[in-house]
């Protein structure tokens, strides 16, 4: 029967610190690998990926709700039409859309560093709030309109589960200036961002972080519109 071997402690330093490292069945080296993982992540892995997508925020996690749809598509459209319609956004015209069925809470967003000047409606972007103080994690909704008021250029976008526009000082969606804007969202892998805010959840009840995002422990607010729970 085969067995693994068990490897032999080196007697050089640096022996012993690559032993320790990888082959040490201990706490304290558990404690080193998370520490190099969170360093490789933070200094090499995410800003290599966002130099390949070319922003900041290459890599995402959905802490709100108010982009699932939680039905079919015609059941959520039957519900929302009222709204595209006025904005000259038909059904046919949404099933073109990127994300047609929404997307939930814990997904992980890959986002696209596109110019704004190539965004278009039926695109979800990702983008601060005018108020980064009072909502200090980025936004992710979907543009319902693109409005040039003469040498200004606005969106105005919409979560898909929200019945209307969220219309206060912190974050107005009606007007959202193209230098609030930091990506275009364009794929997503569903819930594994879980992980990443239980682990950040985790640390900030231990007090190693605090509460606010970093290119690392970015968060996307998908706000909810007020009153709608």
Do not use: C
């Amino acid at each position: 029967m085969w067995k693994k071997k068990t490897p032999v402690k080196p007697k050089t330093t640096w022996g012993k610190i690559w032993y320790f490292i990888w082959h040490e069945d201990s706490i304290a080296s558990w404690v080193v690998n998370i520490i190099i993982a969170f360093i490789l992540i933070k200094f090499i892995i995410y800003p290599g990926m966002g130099f390949v997508f070319g922003t900041n925020y290459p890599v995402v996690a959905v802490v709100s709700e108010s982009m699932e749809h939680n039905d079919s598509f015609y059941n959520w459209w039957y519900g929302q039409e009222d709204f595209y319609l006025k904005n000259n956004i038909t059904d046919i015209d949404f099933r073109t859309y990127s994300f047609v069925n929404g997307f939930n809470k814990g997904d992980i967003i890959f986002l696209y560093g596109t110019t704004p000047e190539n965004v278009e409606v039926g695109n979800v972007i990702v983008y601060w709030a005018q108020d980064t103080e009072k909502k200090p994690y980025p936004i992710i909704h979907r543009v319902t309109n693109i409005r040039d008021t003469g040498g200004e250029v606005y969106f105005e976008t919409k979560g898909d589960n929200n019945v209307r526009q969220i219309r206060e000082p912190e974050l107005d969606e009606k007007n959202v200036a193209v230098n609030n804007y930091i990506g275009r969202a364009t794929f997503r892998i569903p819930y594994v961002g879980y992980v990443k805010i239980w682990f950040v959840d985790m640390l900030q009840w231990t007090g190693i972080m605090q509460s606010g995002p970093d290119e690392t422990t970015t968060f996307i607010n998908s706000s909810v519109e007020p009153n709608l729970g």
